[in-house]
């Protein structure tokens, strides 16, 4: 039996949460109609279709935040203030995801294959992302994340990259730290980016999920409904030439598919106009040393290229 005060509890937490993220109200609900339709028809809360209606209010509410409050991180809202062309910048990538729905993505099952937008200069995108880097610190949008967080995990690296490194979400150290792949799999990644005759400062690291989830569980759907904007909007800006996709849970978000990593690996993959290339995450990879063959067949693809010689 459902306790009461539990319930109660439950629901404020979650109208809160809505709230934060810019939802004023709620539609009101035909519970008759409701009542007949079949329930395999119905939406399931927290749908992709409920979502993309709220992106918008979410995102002016946030970028109303950051105008009347300034961002947590004074520094970032230094920049921002001292450099318009950075907020315009940001203000176009997340016109552009709304534009084409949740995430950007296209349709339901099919990745974004629309160009970046253009007029971002590479001057501009430091700024860029300090002013969106301020809007992800602010989000609310995931009660158990936000309780249990100690600090949002943004990103880390080159502006300007070439290369991109998309995860799943931090972990521990990571919420610790601050910053993407410090922990173990951190380590694991540093290596096989010194093998490829790169640094972490020539490329730039992120995470489909900003908080960690409690005990390193796996992020779920909404949880990576409610964050893959911010990631959309990170390579919006950068615009890299090639993304490499660790995990499953990057390629599914990124690619908009559900095949396993062993049927997507070894070919390149198109996301707007970079080229993306998937392979096992680092974690895996302590889990299962024998993938390790497998992910270097993969890195000599990816910097052939990039035009690296190995």
Not at 39 to 50: M, R
Not at 160 to 170: I, K, M, T, V
Not at 222 to 231: D, G, K, S, T, V
């Amino acid at each position: 039996m459902i306790d009461a005060e539990q319930l109660r509890k439950a629901l404020l937490e979650q109208l809160q949460a809505l709230r934060d993220c810019g939802v004023t109200h709620l539609p009101r609900q035909d519970w008759k109609s409701l009542l007949a339709t079949p329930a395999a028809e119905q939406s399931p809360p927290g749908s992709p279709q409920l979502l993309v209606e709220t992106t918008s209010s979410r995102d002016q509410t946030l970028r109303d935040q950051t105008v009347s409050r300034g961002p947590v991180n004074p520094g970032a809202s230094t920049a921002a203030a001292a450099n318009a062309p950075a907020r315009s910048a940001v203000a176009g990538s997340r016109a552009a995801t709304t534009a084409s729905g949740f995430g950007g993505s296209s349709p339901a099952g099919q990745p974004d294959l629309s160009p970046y937008a253009a007029g971002i200069d590479a001057a501009q995108r430091p700024a860029a992302l300090q002013v969106l880097q301020s809007e992800v610190a602010a989000c609310r949008c995931c009660p158990e994340l936000v309780r249990n967080r100690r600090q949002t995990v943004f990103g880390v690296g080159n502006p300007q990259a070439r290369l991109c490194f998309l995860g799943e979400a931090p972990g521990q150290e990571e919420d610790v730290q601050g910053e993407p792949f410090v922990g173990a799999a951190g380590q694991l990644l540093d290596k096989i980016i010194t093998a490829c005759k790169l640094s972490r400062e020539e490329v730039f690291i992120l995470n489909t999920v900003k908080c960690r989830p409690p005990m390193n569980r796996t992020p779920s759907d909404l949880e990576i409904q409610n964050c893959w904007h911010f990631a959309h909007r990170q390579l919006e800006i950068i615009q890299p030439e090639f993304i490499c996709c660790l995990g499953s849970v990057a390629a599914k978000s990124l690619l908009q598919t559900s095949k396993p990593i062993a049927q997507l690996r070894g070919t390149f993959h198109q996301y707007r106009s970079s080229r993306v290339l998937v392979t096992y995450h680092p974690a895996y990879l302590l889990r299962t040393p024998s993938a390790k063959r497998h992910v270097w067949d993969d890195m000599k693809l990816l910097m052939r290229e990039l035009g690296v010689e190995l």
